[in-house]
C-alpha cells in the first residue's frame, strides 16, 4: 500500500514516516508540505492513502482534498492536533470525500496503524457471502422504509437527496454512513441544519418512523431485530468498515415485512452491494448512483455488477424516484 503524508511540520512528518516504516506492506509514495504541493504531486502521482494534515499554509487540508478527490481521486485521512477542535473543518473535508480523520499520534501508534489497516481492508474489500432470505409478508401498518447507505463523499451527496424530502414525508429513513462515531453527533447537527426532515442519532430501541430519519452512530453495526427495532451488534468483526451498510441492509433483509428502497451511493469498496442484492430479491425497489455522480464508483459498481440495483441513478434524480414510487405506494400526494 503506497502512502503519502502532507504536513507542513517536518517533526510530524518523520513521526509518521517511522510509524509507516513499521509495516512491511506500507511504502511512502511522497511527501508534501502544504495543500498545494499534494495536489500536483497526487496529479502525476496517485497514491493508495494520503494522510492529510488540516492547518497548512498555502493551501489547507480541506481545499486540498477537494481539489484531489475531483481531478485524482484516492482514499485520504485527515491527521490533526485536535480532532475535536477542528471537527467542523474535518466534517467538510469529507463533504469532499475524506473517508476519517485521526489526532496526529506519537510515534508508534496503535490507532493510526488500525484506522489505516481499516482502510486497506475497504480499498481490497471483497464480497461478502450471502445470507438465507425470508419471505416477504407485507403489511400495510408499517410505514414505507428507505435504507441508504454511503461512504466516500456520502455527506454532501446526502444533503442532495435529502433536502428533497419535505417534512412531513411518509417514509422513514435510515442511513448508515461510513464514519467515525465521534463524529456522528456533529454530523448529525450538520445535516439536520440543511434538510426538512428531523434526523436524530439511532438508539437502541428506536423503531422507523415516518418522516424521520435515524442515522448509524457508533462504531457497531446498526441492525434491525425481528421486533423491527434497531440495536447494535459488535458481530460480525470482519467487516472493512464499522458501521457495515451490509450488515444494515442483510437484516432489514430479514426483518422487515413492509414496503421498502434500498439505496446505494458513492464509496469506496463494496459495502452494501451484497445487502442491496437481498433487498432487492425481497422484492423492494433499489438503487445505486451513477458512475458520473459518484465521487467514487466503488459500492455502487459492485451493486451493479452483482445486479443488485432496479435502477441506476444520478443522485438529483434519486429522491424524485423515491418520491414517485411511495406516492404509488401510499396512492396519495406526497
Same mark, same amino acid.
Given at each position: 500500500?503506497?502512502?503519502?503524508?502532507?504536513?507542513?511540520?517536518?517533526?510530524?512528518?518523520?513521526?509518521?514516516?517511522?510509524?509507516?516504516?513499521?509495516?512491511?506492506?506500507?511504502?511512502?509514495?511522497?511527501?508534501?508540505?502544504?495543500?498545494?504541493?499534494?495536489?500536483?504531486?497526487?496529479?502525476?502521482?496517485?497514491?493508495?492513502?494520503?494522510?492529510?494534515?488540516?492547518?497548512?499554509?498555502?493551501?489547507?487540508?480541506?481545499?486540498?482534498?477537494?481539489?484531489?478527490?475531483?481531478?485524482?481521486?484516492?482514499?485520504?485521512?485527515?491527521?490533526?492536533?485536535?480532532?475535536?477542535?477542528?471537527?467542523?473543518?474535518?466534517?467538510?473535508?469529507?463533504?469532499?470525500?475524506?473517508?476519517?480523520?485521526?489526532?496526529?499520534?506519537?510515534?508508534?501508534?496503535?490507532?493510526?496503524?488500525?484506522?489505516?489497516?481499516?482502510?486497506?481492508?475497504?480499498?481490497?474489500?471483497?464480497?461478502?457471502?450471502?445470507?438465507?432470505?425470508?419471505?416477504?409478508?407485507?403489511?400495510?401498518?408499517?410505514?414505507?422504509?428507505?435504507?441508504?447507505?454511503?461512504?466516500?463523499?456520502?455527506?454532501?451527496?446526502?444533503?442532495?437527496?435529502?433536502?428533497?424530502?419535505? &417534512?412531513?414525508?411518509?417514509?422513514?429513513?435510515?442511513?448508515?454512513? !461510513?464514519?467515525? @462515531? /465521534?463524529?456522528?453527533?456533529?454530523? $448529525? =447537527?450538520?445535516?439536520?441544519?440543511?434538510?426538512?426532515?428531523?434526523?436524530?442519532?439511532?438508539?437502541?430501541?428506536?423503531?422507523?418512523?415516518?418522516?424521520?430519519?435515524?442515522?448509524?452512530?457508533?462504531?457497531?453495526?446498526?441492525?434491525?431485530?425481528?421486533?423491527?427495532?434497531?440495536?447494535?451488534?459488535?458481530?460480525?468483526?470482519?467487516?472493512?468498515?464499522?458501521?457495515?451498510?451490509?450488515?444494515?441492509?442483510?437484516?432489514?433483509?430479514?426483518?422487515?415485512?413492509?414496503?421498502?428502497?434500498?439505496?446505494?451511493?458513492?464509496?469506496?469498496?463494496?459495502?452494501?452491494? &451484497?445487502?442491496?442484492?437481498?433487498?432487492?430479491?425481497?422484492?423492494? !425497489?433499489?438503487? @445505486? /448512483?451513477?458512475?458520473?455522480?459518484? $465521487? =467514487?464508483?466503488?459500492?455502487?459498481?459492485?451493486?451493479?455488477?452483482?445486479?443488485?440495483?432496479?435502477?441506476?441513478?444520478?443522485?438529483?434524480?434519486?429522491?424524485?424516484?423515491?418520491?414517485?414510487?411511495?406516492?404509488?405506494?401510499?396512492?396519495?400526494?406526497?
Amino acid at each position: 500500500m503506497r502512502i503519502a503524508i502532507v504536513n507542513d511540520m517536518g517533526m510530524v512528518v518523520e513521526a509518521l514516516r517511522r510509524i509507516l516504516a513499521t509495516i512491511p506492506d506500507y511504502d511512502l509514495a511522497w511527501v508534501a508540505y502544504d495543500g498545494e504541493e499534494a495536489v500536483s504531486k497526487c496529479a502525476v502521482d496517485t497514491p493508495d492513502l494520503i494522510l492529510m494534515d488540516v492547518l497548512m499554509p498555502c493551501m489547507d487540508g480541506v481545499e486540498a482534498t477537494r481539489q484531489i478527490m475531483s481531478q485524482s481521486p484516492c482514499a485520504i485521512m485527515m491527521v490533526t492536533a485536535s480532532v475535536n477542535r477542528y471537527a467542523g473543518n474535518i466534517l467538510e473535508a469529507m463533504t469532499y470525500g475524506a473517508l476519517d480523520a485521526i489526532n496526529t499520534p506519537a510515534e508508534g501508534s496503535v490507532d493510526l496503524l488500525k484506522k489505516i489497516g481499516t482502510i486497506a481492508k475497504l480499498i481490497n474489500a471483497s464480497s461478502q457471502g450471502r445470507t438465507v432470505k425470508k419471505p416477504r409478508i407485507y403489511q400495510k401498518t408499517l410505514p414505507p422504509l428507505i435504507v441508504i447507505g454511503a461512504s466516500t463523499g456520502g455527506p454532501q451527496t446526502l444533503v442532495k437527496i435529502l433536502s428533497q424530502f419535505p &417534512q412531513d414525508f411518509p417514509a422513514a429513513v435510515v442511513i448508515v454512513q !461510513h464514519l467515525d @462515531a /465521534q463524529f456522528a453527533p456533529g454530523f $448529525a =447537527v450538520w445535516l439536520n441544519e440543511q434538510i426538512p426532515m428531523s434526523l436524530e442519532i439511532a438508539n437502541t430501541g428506536s423503531t422507523p418512523q415516518p418522516g424521520k430519519i435515524l442515522l448509524a452512530g457508533t462504531n457497531h453495526h446498526l441492525v434491525m431485530g425481528s421486533n423491527l427495532s434497531f440495536d447494535y451488534d459488535e458481530q460480525p468483526s470482519n467487516c472493512a468498515y464499522r458501521p457495515s451498510i451490509d450488515v444494515l441492509f442483510k437484516t432489514v433483509a430479514n426483518h422487515w415485512t413492509g414496503k421498502g428502497i434500498g439505496v446505494l451511493l458513492t464509496g469506496m469498496g463494496r459495502d452494501g452491494a &451484497q445487502g442491496l442484492k437481498l433487498l432487492r430479491e425481497a422484492g423492494w !425497489h433499489t438503487i @445505486a /448512483q451513477n458512475r458520473e455522480t459518484c $465521487a =467514487v464508483y466503488g459500492m455502487p459498481k459492485a451493486a451493479v455488477e452483482l445486479k443488485a440495483a432496479v435502477e441506476v441513478l444520478p443522485v438529483d434524480a434519486i429522491a424524485p424516484v423515491c418520491t414517485k414510487i411511495l406516492r404509488m405506494s401510499v396512492n396519495r400526494p406526497i
